[in-house]
DNA sequence: GTCTATAGTAAGATAGAC
DNA sequence: GTCTATCTTACTATAGAC
């Protein structure tokens, strides 16, 4: 095994032992000594990967995000393919999609919509939402002014679904609600 | 002046130093030692009065949040003496009122919706601010399984808002956003 | 690149006098 | 109820060998 695929082994070791370690405590109270113990590394290399805990929850919230976006991408895609124009039926796509992977990656979505991250992650965050949100809002050709408050519920309504998805004990309630919010953003958007 | 108003008022600096510490620095960064040294008080006192720096912050979020609903609570009866009947119009009015406080007390709206509170108290925050629009929203006669979602989207619609509003420059700018999400508000729940 | 061992530090919390 | 002084604990972050 050479050295860089050893040290990219210890890198994904130290993400994977994070997502475990920030689920079950957040950020705050999880300890870097736990987060290492579970990787089967030592404090020395999550320091020289990462540079300390605060960057590597967001090198996890990186890697979880654009994930997400390139899931919904895909998904309208393909819903384009297919023959889809209408710009809302195509934002409601992405927005199933994202969702749909806030339930599957539920650990994830959890850590870090139910906040405590790092000092100034949650601005960090919600300005992520929003450039995308905002990106795909270009779909519903909204205007200046007006613009800005359909974005912003827009945004606020997929990532709170999102997250009250992802503590749902059942993939039906989960699903249903979904559903129900989709319709809802159907209609503030039409 | 007698003991128990001398006790009262230790409380009422501690809070309203606590209200700037924690509004400056978040709660994590914020020290005890700095609210105590501008409260005039002493760390002995604090914790006698609160049990600690969490409950300090849960006390002034119970402070802020009781007011917010007293406020908007008084704003919808005098809608309804003044005649307003209308269910949607009179959960148009708490929340207009809601949000005029939000900008009103800008430095606590800042400091309890931009997270990094104790641990917990975001689902706390979270789960407050639910009752609060479940309750208002029985006035829309919502009902059962589509009741969750639209309860979930107006909360998160609304307590966004004001969180946005808390952070604009000025108040023309706050007011054109109320007026703008409020008006989706009135088509989400029509 | 990885590890061990250690240092530094900062802050929340407590004890006990007044 | 209030204060001062102290504690203690836990953690991040670094230094330096391999």
Redesign the pocket.
Known sequence: MS?ST??A??RTSLLAAARGVFAESGFAE????EVVARA??????L???FG???ELYLALFEDYQSGQEARAATAVREARVAGEVDPLALFLVGSRSYLDGCWQQRDLARTFLAGGGPPGFELLARKRYRDWTRRNALLLGAESDWGDALVLVLTTVISEAGHEMAVCDHEDAAQRLADNVLSLVEKIGS
């Open positions: 050295v050893r040290a082994g210890t999880a300890s870097i000594a089967g590394a030592s404090v020395g290399s320091y020289h990967h300390g805990k605060a």
